[in-house]
């Protein structure tokens, strides 16, 4: 454990410990509440072991290369909730999580480190980039394109409505395409490996460590996805609560810290980057990826969503643009951001 820190090191320890306690509860059948609680805490650490591990295999190569991998396998926890929630054939879980995830980063995560990094700014302006927002808006936009035109289609009852499947399976193909001829140029484009930081690990010790929380986190989303229907019974959480709020949050805590963290040191590229990075991910790279991953499974995830949910978004894209287009955000917007989060959980926790 060379090059690691008390702090870390400690961290590592508590997250092994959480994970090993969610799994003795599964496997001894704990009572419900208990369970989903170790496995919700336990989903959070080990994104925060994939975000670290992720930092130091990427400190040697450049920090775009280093956002998109840590965007990507920090949405690992993201990924198996979903993938877990299909084979138990919880489609509304696996729909709000996503939905959630986008949510949560967009407006949560993002208005936070508005906050911060406004009210760390002199003049209260936090001022950024505005190249990777404009960007992560165009992908976001072209998701709710294909959501909004499939809630159209469906609302409507046209022919169309009859092929939701297939149109899906179409419109995944096409945002992928898009992701990636968005994600060569952006990575070429990248700054050299000469002038990056020296890493603290070694190369061998970060994949242990990004193995072993992959690993968990896939064990750990069974367990989480197994104690939700018995502990929604027990406390009368609704199932599109449990995705937009409690799997969002837990699942994107590392964004969370690391965007606040960043925004107070005054890094505002960076701040953004990282949250940016994440909601571009999950709406135009994860979401499609799962909606051809679950094809293998009896319960399909498609664009098709509640039209409380279509608006969510909808909207979603049309503020966070406004916000952050032109690379400037003043303390009152984060808090608007943070404010229409607080709505949509309410929302879903009476759905």
């Known amino acids: 454990m060379a090059g690691l820190t008390k702090f870390e090191r400690s961290t590592l320890a508590v997250v092994a410990v959480l994970t090993a306690l969610a799994g003795v509860g599964n496997y001894r059948v704990w009572p419900a509440v208990p369970r989903f609680a170790l496995a919700t805490v336990a989903l959070a650490g080990l994104a925060w072991m ?3 591990g992720t930092e130091q295999v990427g400190e040697r190569f450049g920090p775009g290369i280093t956002g998109v991998m840590q965007s990507t396998l920090g949405n690992l926890p993201e990924l198996f909730v979903v993938i877990f929630a299909l084979k138990a054939g919880e489609l509304v879980v696996a729909q709000t999580a996503i939905v959630g995830s986008v949510l949560a980063n967009a407006l949560l995560v993002l208005g936070l480190v508005i906050i911060v990094g406004a009210r760390r700014a002199r003049d209260g302006v936090m001022r950024f980039s505005s190249g990777l927002p404009n960007d992560t808006a165009t992908l976001l936009f072209a998701t709710v394109f294909i959501i909004v035109l499939l809630g159209l289609s469906l609302s409507s009852h046209d022919a169309a409505s009859h092929h ?13 395409v898009v992701y990636i001829t968005w994600l060569v140029p952006y990575l070429r484009s990248d700054d050299r490996p000469g002038e990056l930081a020296r890493p603290r690990i070694s ?7 990004l193995a072993a929380s992959g690993l968990g986190a896939a064990f750990v989303s069974d367990w989480f996805i197994g104690a939700v229907q018995p502990t929604i019974a027990v406390v009368g959480f609704s199932k599109p609560f449990v995705g937009i709020v409690i799997v969002a949050i837990a699942g994107n805590a590392v964004e969370n810290t690391v965007g606040l963290v960043l925004a107070h040191k005054g890094s505002s590229d960076l701040a953004i980057s990282v949250v940016k990075n994440s909601v571009a991910q999950i709406a135009a790279f994860l979401f499609p990826a799962l909606v051809l991953i679950s094809l293998l499974f009896s319960t399909r995830l498609t664009f098709s969503l509640q039209p ?8 979603m894209a049309l503020i966070v643009r406004q916000v952050t287009g032109d690379g400037e955000a003043e303390a009152f917007e984060g808090w608007a951001l943070v404010g229409l989060y607080v709505v949509v959980a309410a929302v879903a926790l009476f759905e």
């Open 50 to 52: 994939v975000s670290f």
């Open 164 to 176: 939701v499947e297939a149109i899906s399976i179409v419109g995944a193909v096409c945002l992928l």
């Open 203 to 209: 190369l061998r010790l970060a994949i242990v460590i």
């Open 308 to 315: 409380v949910y279509i608006g969510a978004l909808g909207l």
